[in-house]
C-alpha cells in the first residue's frame, strides 16, 4: 500500500478548502498517520488529537479513498456519519430544533449534480471491536433527489439497523456489533485536478452545514427551557384570567382604572400569543 500518494491531495484539499479547522495544516507523517490500513484517509478536524479520537466522535467527517484501476487513476470522496453519536446528528437534522440547518443543507445538496449518493448501510463487526467492520447497503439515492420523503426512509433505515443490531449481539453467545452508517454524500471519479477541487469543495461545504446541527444535549437544552417558559407562561396566563373576571368589580371600587384593565387585556393577549408560539415552534 502507498500511503505517500495522498501527501499530494491532502496539501491540494487544504487550498481549496481554506479552512484550518476542517483541514489543519500537517506534516508528511502526520498526513501518513491519518491513512487507515485498508488504504482511505480520514479528514480530521483541527478539534481532534488523532483518528482514533476523531472515529468515535459524535460528528460527521469526510474522508477519501485513492486506487487504481485499468491503468487509471481514480478518487472516491464521501461525507459520512459513521458511528452511533454521529448518525444520532443527522437525525436531528429532522428536528423542528433545527430548521435552519436542515433548509440550508437541503438547498445544498440540490444544487448538487447527479454524481453523488446518499448511501445507508450496515457496519458489521462479527468477531471483535477492533476488527476491519463490513459494510451492506441497505438504501441508497442520488443525493441532489433529497426531499422529505428520502430523509425519512434513511431515519427509517437507521432505526431498523438499529434495532436489529441490538436484538442480533443479544441472540449470540460470541462478540457482535451492527450499526447503522450514513454516507450523506459519496462518488468515485476518475482523478484530476480540476475535478478534485470540485468535488472536495462541495463534500466541505456539506460538512460545514452538518457540523452546526444541534446535538441531543443542546437540543434537550431547547426542549427543557421552553417547557420552563410554557409552564411558566401558563401560570402567569391563569392569574391574569382571574383578575380580568374581577375586572368589573375593581372598576366599581376604583381598584383600578380603565387603562389599567385594557393593559391587562393587552397582557392576556401577548400571553397568549407567545403559548401559542412556543407550541407552534
Not at 131 to 137: D, G, I, N
Not at 258 to 268: F, T
Request: glycine residues 2%; charged residues 40%.
Amino acid at each position: 500500500m502507498n500511503k505517500e500518494k495522498y501527501i499530494k491531495w491532502y496539501r491540494f484539499a487544504k487550498e481549496v478548502v481554506d479552512d484550518i479547522l476542517l483541514v489543519p495544516d500537517r506534516t508528511d507523517k502526520e498526513i501518513l498517520e491519518l491513512v487507515s490500513q485498508e488504504d482511505w484517509l480520514m479528514f480530521v478536524l483541527k478539534e481532534f488529537d488523532d483518528t482514533k479520537e476523531a472515529k468515535n466522535a459524535a460528528v460527521p467527517n469526510v474522508f477519501m479513498d485513492l486506487y487504481r484501476d485499468d491503468n487509471r487513476d481514480y478518487c472516491r470522496i464521501g461525507v459520512t456519519f459513521n458511528n452511533v453519536g454521529a448518525v444520532d446528528v443527522l437525525k436531528n437534522i429532522l428536528s423542528k430544533y433545527c430548521k435552519n440547518e436542515k433548509e440550508k443543507l437541503t438547498e445544498l445538496l440540490l444544487s448538487l449534480d447527479g454524481g453523488w449518493e446518499i448511501t445507508v448501510s450496515r457496519k458489521i463487526k462479527d468477531y471483535n471491536w477492533a476488527q476491519t467492520p463490513k459494510y451492506e447497503v441497505e438504501f441508497h439515492a442520488n443525493s441532489n433527489q433529497i426531499n422529505d420523503k428520502i430523509v425519512d426512509q434513511i431515519i427509517s433505515w437507521v432505526n431498523i439497523i438499529r434495532e436489529e443490531g441490538t436484538e442480533k449481539r443479544l441472540s449470540k453467545n460470541t462478540y457482535y456489533s451492527e450499526t447503522p452508517s450514513v454516507n450523506l454524500l459519496e462518488i468515485v471519479f476518475e482523478l484530476n485536478e480540476e475535478e478534485f477541487k470540485k468535488r472536495i469543495k462541495e463534500a466541505f461545504g456539506i460538512l460545514r452545514v452538518c457540523l452546526d446541527v444541534k446535538s441531543d444535549r443542546e437540543i434537550k437544552t431547547i426542549i427543557k427551557s421552553k417547557e420552563k417558559e410554557l409552564s411558566e407562561l401558563d401560570e402567569k396566563l391563569t392569574s391574569l384570567k382571574k383578575k380580568w373576571l374581577m375586572k368589573d368589580k375593581f372598576l366599581s371600587l376604583k381598584m383600578a382604572t380603565q387603562e389599567q384593565i385594557d393593559n391587562l387585556e393587552k397582557q392576556i393577549k401577548d400571553t397568549e400569543d407567545r403559548i401559542k408560539q412556543l407550541k407552534e415552534e
